[in-house]
């Protein structure tokens, strides 16, 4: 899954896959679901205080936590296009100090090396 996939068409791949293996338990499911999804997903889980045995129940939990960031995104999105000043004037304080930090100096840097 990409980063910013949706774990919905994930979901459905993986299922698709599930239905041509007949001999994997739960848990191999479930680690191999894991390694598929999303950095961003398994960050939340690492968060989520209840151990996930099935892999029902680690679908439903994914799919949740991805409707709430996409639609996170949503209402990031809806902002800046209500306030656009509010997100140039944040975007350009801040380039306005990494350039600050990348200036010329007066005198060449030097290293002492022992």
Known sequence: MK????????????????????????????????????FRILDQLASHLSSIDSLKDLMDITLELDTRYHERQKEKNHDQEKNPEASKSNSSSSSQKKKKNFQKRDKPLSFFIE
């Open 3 to 38: 980063e910013g996939g949706h774990v919905s068409l994930y979901i459905a791949y993986f299922r698709s896959l599930v239905s041509r293996i007949r001999d994997w338990g739960e848990r191999a499911l479930v680690y191999h679901f894991k390694r598929g999804l999303a």
